[in-house]
Structure formats: structure tokens, C-alpha cells
């Protein structure tokens, strides 16, 4: 059974969305997936003005119909209503992206991230919620207004992995879906650096360094036995959010993936370098 075969794409109908359709047909095409498209109305934005005007569920069910119009008219070219199923829910849209994706069974949701807005402060935005409460793997990319995605016989992969117990749940999706997509699998892993604040005797510095290296290789090879990978690693050293998007910055892959934690809750699943490599990456990123 496929590892992704069913895509959940949430859209506004704002411009970001329309960017990122390319990105969603492409990763269709290339996993052999099925489309959804969902939109999701607030109805609890009531202002003043209507209210004073019309009663409140003659103004929900107007919004109701202009929402259900306007999405069985989004992008049908590039998704056609026969094939691409198209959900209308009501509620708040980060919770109910979240849950229609686990209840239907969704593997895989796609969303953009807003271009110079997503930052980490905007805790509250739909995409931020959404990648803390959703299940599945998301991809998200910043750039989808602006840059166009890799051409189709383009399928090279990049996975960044810790030496956490996260990190062979982390790999063992990279080299599915990898696979499913028929692209080619590379790992980086960053080491990191001895604090130069610190009076450090350099040959010192170099041999901690190397054991840290030599340490990292041999967990990876592990998890590589484990996952049934052979795929090429590469290990770098710094400061850990700096060296893995500089080492990133110098890949020309088609996407990213990136571990967000299995436990959501009151700490989230987010942690600083995912928020990092989410917002910086050059490429999409799929936070597992």
C-alpha cells in the first residue's frame, strides 16, 4: 500500500493558495495521490453591522452558499471537481483542517506559508496550528507565489535527522516516500560546535568534533540498517539551526523533511529549529 495516497489541500482562495497549487499537482503526479480540497468557514466573525441588520443564521447560511460556490470554482482547472473531491466545513480552520484530515484518513495535508507574515510569534495563525495538531506529515513553502516547483524528472530528496528517538520514525518516512516518489534520498545531520566563547584548546576542539562525527555516523548507519536506507549522509558542524540551513541552502533538492514531535499538548509539537527550518528553507518542507 502507498505510503501517501490521499492529499488534503486547504485553500482561502487568497493568492499564496493559488501559487501553491503547482506544488500540489506536482506531488500528486509524482506520488500517484488524489487531491482534496477543503475550505473551512468561520462563522463566528459576526460584526456589529450584520448582526444589527439580519439575524445571525440567515447571515450563516449566506456565507454558507457563497463559501460552497466559491470553492467548486477554485482552480478547477488544475483540479477537476469530477476527480478532486471538495470539502466545505464550518468552525475554526487550523482544528477542523486538523480533524477532517484524521478522520477521512488523509496522509499527507499541503499548505503555504505566507511569505514574510509566518514567523514564530504568529502562534495563532492556521498553518502554525495546523502543523501542531495535525497527525499526518505537512508540507508547507514559502515561495510557492514567487518560485516555481522542480520539474517533474527533478526528485531529489533531502532529510534532516537528529540522534533523537524521533529520528527513525523521521527516516523510515523519508525513505518511503522517497521511494513512492522514485527520487533520490540524502541525509544531513549537523554536529554541534564547541562554544567559542569558551577557552578551548583548538587540536582539543578538532578531536571533540571528530568523536561527535564518528559518533553521529555510526547511529545513522544504524538507522539506515534499520529503515532499509543506503542513502548518502552528510555531516556538518555548528551552531545546529545555522549549519543544517547552510548545508540546506547548498542542495538543490525538491523538498525537505524535518521531524515535528509525536506528542502535541500544552509544549506543542513545534520546537525552535522546526519554526526555523519551516520559515528559512529554500525549498518546501515536510514536517513528519
Known sequence: ?????????????SPSCVG???????AAVILGARVSLVHVVDQGSYNGFELYLRAAPEISEERWLIAREKLDSFLTADF???????????GDAATE?????????????????????????????????????????????RH?????????????????IGMG????????????????????????????????K??????????????????????????????????AVHIVAGQVKDALLEAVRRFDADVLVIGRSPHPGAVGRLRDLTYAMIRDSPFPVISV
Open 1 to 13: 500500500m502507498a505510503l501517501i495516497s490521499n492529499i488534503l489541500f486547504p485553500v482561502d482562495f
Open 20 to 26: 501553491m497549487a503547482a506544488y500540489v499537482k506536482r
Open 80 to 90: 477537476s471537481p469530477g476527480e478532486c473531491p471538495r470539502v466545505l466545513l464550518s
Open 97 to 141: 483542517i486538523a480533524k477532517v484530515a484524521r478522520d477521512r484518513g488523509f496522509d499527507l495535508i499541503v499548505m503555504p506559508t505566507y511569505a514574510g507574515i509566518f514567523r514564530r510569534m504568529l502562534l495563532g495563525s492556521t498553518t502554525a496550528k495546523v502543523l501542531n495538531d495535525a497527525d499526518c506529515p505537512v508540507i508547507t513553502s
Open 144 to 160: 510557492a507565489e514567487t518560485i516555481a516547483p522542480r520539474p517533474l524528472e527533478h526528485r531529489e530528496w533531502l532529510c534532516a
Open 165 to 196: 528517538e524521533n529520528s527513525e520514525r523521521v527516516l523510515r518516512f523519508a525513505v518511503e516516500s522517497a521511494a513512492q516518489a522514485r527520487g533520490r534520498l540524502s541525509i544531513v545531520h549537523a554536529v554541534q560546535a564547541v562554544d567559542k
Open 198 to 231: 569558551l577557552p578551548v584548546d583548538l587540536d582539543l576542539e578538532d578531536q571533540l568534533q571528530a568523536a561527535e562525527r564518528e559518533q553521529a555516523r555510526r547511529r545513522i548507519a544504524e538507522l539506515q540498517r534499520i529503515a532499509g536506507s543506503n542513502a
